[in-house]
């Protein structure tokens, strides 16, 4: 049942899913899993300024093929601030937004070099604005829920043994509510990441 309902909320993510891909799915949940993390950061776009997204996911790995977790996400504090309606006057905010997600990603093309692969979450949080008041006083607007959706695709390569270069399109598609948050937060995102080989370090180094 659980692996029937990963594969079902995974899946609705990817339009050209076939039985292929879904067997060589079903048969890395064969193989013993082992413990995943990464830290990382993604870009996009919100109301046309250029976003920093940081993440963390935790999760487990199915022999490289498949990864199941959860991860949480914050807007990176550099996301410049500007004057917004705010208790009926404009006024210099911040803008604040984090969610947590659930995550899956299919690796459909490795060698030794190279690794393709289809990531996608779904995610829930709340945005804010932090700003000063007329008494000078720092103070967050009200938090508002939203909901999100966000496949990709990424491409990797390996060299010098240990080391490893990568980068991804995909889109973010957001439901929020706007009563306070005027934001347009739905957009492209993309990512561009290094990658040490940590495992294959450890192994060669425990060898020696």
Not at 76 to 82: G, L, T, V
Not at 84 to 90: I, P
Not at 134 to 155: C, D, G, Q, R, W
Not at 158 to 170: A, D, E, N, V
Request: hydrophobic share 40%; proline share 2%.
């Amino acid at each position: 049942m659980y692996l029937r309902l990963t594969i079902f909320l995974y899946f609705i993510a990817i339009p050209f899913c076939n039985a292929q891909l879904m067997d060589s799915i079903a048969r890395s949940f064969e193989e013993k899993p082992s413990l995943y993390f990464n830290y990382g950061s993604q870009y996009s776009f919100i109301s046309n300024k250029l976003a920093t997204i940081s993440n963390f996911k935790i999760g487990v790995d199915y022999s490289g093929t498949f990864k199941l977790g959860l991860g949480f996400n914050w807007l990176s504090k550099k996301y410049k601030e500007r004057n917004r309606f705010l208790e009926a006057d404009m006024r210099l905010s911040q803008l604040h937004m984090y969610y947590f997600s659930a995550f899956a990603e299919y690796t459909f093309f490795k060698t030794y070099h190279w690794e393709a692969t289809i990531p996608a979450q779904i995610g829930c949080g709340w945005a804010n604005y932090s700003y000063s008041n007329s008494s000078n006083a720092n103070v967050h607007s009200a938090n508002k829920l939203f909901v999100l959706y966000e496949p990709m695709m990424t491409i990797q390569y390996r060299f010098l043994k240990y080391f490893g270069i990568g980068c991804g399109i995909g889109y973010r598609l957001v439901v929020i509510n706007r009563t306070v948050i005027e934001e347009q937060m739905t957009s492209p995102l993309f990512v561009l990441k290094s990658k040490l080989f940590v495992g294959d370090l450890w192994r060669d180094f425990t060898k020696k």
